[in-house]
């Protein structure tokens, strides 16, 4: 008789031993000749050298399709077990498979160019109004190479720009008032990675998600870097963010610029850094439109409606400017004479 000690550290406990430890208890069920014990990410084995030995490589493999589907069915662990390997969920464009096992995938065509894109390019911009993914797509992009272990930890920022709302009136630390701001950041982590897992991803600061500011002096290695609300970035934040870039990172930047929170006065670092870096290999760029609005169907009318208001204001402004111009020149006219 021999213990086996079994880790299970890429996986939340919460899903891999089922609702009520359902799926542990079946799993002690298929080997009966086993005495086992778990206990958060440990699992004890006492037995037999050659079942115990078998019984670890089974378990690796329901690790593996649990940290790729992120759940874990009786009928899966039972295929695996008799040595059935369960069927492979081929959905088109997948990314990840979120909480659940929900498939994450490039809905829309400039989507799944921003995939592509991401694994030729260092960096990568992704521009477009709200409503059309893109922060949500560089998360899930973020999180398969964490899960891939092509990096090891993911850093997500947002500037920490008021849009109407002043931070130092806002109750609580210092926390408390940026917090809010990042919670987009929260929601879609949420929806990828297990909650345990997450927090303790946090936790161990694999994933890290802090105010843009917090940034200045790191050099970031072994990571993807995701800016998020780019163009609240004055030109002199967005440099300091892009030159963070360590070796075997990759950084996504997404923005909208047409919804610039900064003062009139200041410029939007990511329109300036978009025309500084025009020519530059390694950068890549998808532009989003409304046609890739994957919210409520009302979103994009009302992106539609706000246009047409955009270019009613500015059709106004030219011709009062031709009305001016003409009264001026009118005016001149009558000097003259």
């Known amino acids: ?45 006492i037995g037999d050298d050659a079942e115990t030995s078998e ?6 493999e329901l690790e593996q ?14 295929d695996i077990i008799k040595g059935n390997p369960p069927e492979q969920l081929n959905v088109d464009d997948v990314i990840i498979y ?9 809905r829309t ?24 993914g893109k922060t949500y797509v560089a998360i899930a992009l973020a999180v398969r190479a964490l899960k891939n272990r092509e990096v090891r930890k ?33 929601d879609a982590l949420e929806d990828m990675i297990p909650t345990a897992k997450l927090h303790e991803y ?30 609240n970035t004055t030109t002199h934040q967005i440099k300091m963010f892009l030159t963070r870039l360590g070796m075997g990172a990759k950084m996504i930047v997404t923005g909208d610029i047409t919804q610039i929170d900064l003062p009139r ?22 532009e989003f439109d409304k046609k890739d609005i994957i919210r409520h169907q009302l979103v994009q009318r009302i992106v539609e409606a706000y246009e047409h208001h955009d270019e009613e204001v500015r059709a106004a402004a030219a011709a009062e400017r031709a009305e001016k111009e003409a009264q001026a020149f009118d005016r001149k006219e009558d000097t003259n004479q």
Do not use: W
């Open 65 to 78: 399709y649990c940290a790729k589907y992120n759940k874990l069915t009786e009928e899966v662990i039972i």
């Open 154 to 186: 993911i850093i997500l920022s947002r500037p920490a720009v008021e849009a109407g709302e002043k931070l130092g009136f806002l109750p609580g630390d210092m926390r408390d008032k940026i917090d809010p701001y990042l919670q987009p950041l929260y």
């Open 109 to 132: 065509p400039n989507q799944q160019l921003m995939v592509k894109l991401f694994s030729r390019n260092d960096l990568l911009f992704a521009l477009g109004p709200a409503g059309t």
């Open 1 to 45: 008789m021999i213990e086996r000690i079994i880790l299970i550290d890429s996986v939340d406990p919460v899903v891999f031993y089922g609702v009520n430890n359902s799926n542990i208890q079946l799993i002690r069920n298929l080997f009966p000749k086993l005495r086992l014990a778990a206990r958060g990410s440990v699992i004890k084995v």
């Open 265 to 286: 006065s200041s410029v939007s670092g990511l329109v300036q850094a978009l025309h500084v870096l025009r020519n530059v290999n390694g950068i890549g760029r998808v």
């Open 98 to 106: 979120g909480v659940n096992g929900k498939p994450i995938s490039g």
């Open 202 to 231: 946090m936790d161990s600061n694999v994933i890290q998600i802090a105010p843009l500011a917090f940034m200045r002096g790191r050099t970031l290695n072994d990571a993807v870097i995701v800016l998020d609300e780019a163009q």
């Open 55 to 60: 019984f670890e490589a089974k378990i690796k």
